[in-house]
C-alpha cells in the first residue's frame, strides 16, 4: 500500500477539509509517535492512504519541514514485506539513505530515502 502524507500546521482544521474531501466524518486511524513529535489522522480511499501529520512539539521534523517549506506535501511512504532487504536493494542501486539502520515503531521497521534523490520528496520504506 501506498501512503501519501501532508504536512499541517492544525491538525483538527485540516481535518474538516481533507475529511469531508475524501467522503469521511472521521479519520479512520489516528495516532500519536512520540519518539517522532507526531499526531497523525489517516484516511483509507480505495488502495491509497492519506496521512494528515502535526508536529507535537518544536523542532521535529514535520516542524522543520512547515518551517522550511510550510503546508503541504512532505512524503511518500511505500509498504514493503522486509524493509532490511529493502534497504539492500536501494543500498546496492545506489540510493542514499538517511537512516543506517531501520527505525522501529511497533512491530514495523521503516528507513527514508535522503530527499535530494528524490526532487525534493521524502520517501519512507516500511514493513
Known sequence: ?????????DLDAAAE????????????REYTHEAEGIRVFGYKVGEIYYELIAS????????????R???????VSFKVPNTE??????????????DEYPRVWR?????????????GVLVEIID
Not at 521535529?60 to 512547515?66: G, M
Open 85 to 98: 532487504v529493502a534497504m539492500k536493494g536501494l543500498i546496492d542501486q545506489g540510493y542514499q539513505l538517511i
Open 56 to 67: 507535537t512539539r518544536e523542532g521535529s521534523e514535520v516542524d522543520r519541514f512547515i518551517s
Open 107 to 119: 512491530q514495523s521497521h521503516y528507513v527514508f530515502v535522503h530527499p535530494e534523490l528524490m526532487n
Open 69 to 75: 517549506k510550510g503546508e503541504g506535501f512532505m512524503l
Open 1 to 9: 500500500m501506498t501512503t501519501y502524507v501532508v504536512a499541517v500546521k
Open 17 to 28: 477539509v481533507w475529511g469531508p474531501f475524501f467522503g469521511k466524518t472521521k479519520p479512520d
